[in-house]
Nanobody, 129 residues
Framework: QVQLEEAGGGLVQAGGSRRLSCLAS????????VGWFRQAPGKEREFVAA????????AYTDSVKGRFTISKDNAKNTVALQMNSLNPEDTAVYYC??????????????????????WGQGTQVTVSS
């Protein structure tokens, strides 16, 4: 069983930055691909960013490209999401998700929530205008 714990949420002004982190309780974190998703009030959960298990490949939804950066530290069992130039439309609960990918190419990443089977509880990010 993999447990994921997000941290770093809070209130930030428009134009500001925030760094989210996700800590995984698993022995072989290098075997897991990870994604960040978010859900705003009244909206469906949406993909934000993803990273392959070896951290060599990444993907972003168009609305965050150039502003958000996902990174993975397999030695520390953590994935970070650096968010810059935040705007009120980024307000949401942000979720970290992971899937075991040890039998596939180390460069695979996944952008659909159905591909992940482990989820954190989420952390709220609120961007004020």
């Amino acid at each position: 069983q993999v447990q994921l714990e997000e941290a770093g949420g809070g209130l930030v002004q428009a134009g500001g930055s925030r760094r989210l982190s996700c800590l995984a309780s698993v022995r072989t974190f290098s075997s897991y691909a990870v994604g960040w998703f978010r859900q705003a009030p009244g909206k469906e959960r949406e993909f934000v960013a993803a990273i392959s298990r070896n951290a060599d490949s990444t993907a972003y939804t168009d609305s965050v490209k150039g502003r958000f950066t996902i990174s993975k530290d397999n030695a520390k069992n953590t994935v970070a999401l650096q968010m810059n130039s935040l705007n009120p439309e980024d307000t949401a609960v942000y979720y970290c998700a992971a899937r075991f990918d040890g039998y596939r190419s180390a460069t695979f990443y996944y952008t659909e929530s159905r591909n992940y089977n482990y989820w954190g509880q989420g952390t709220q990010v609120t961007v004020s205008s």
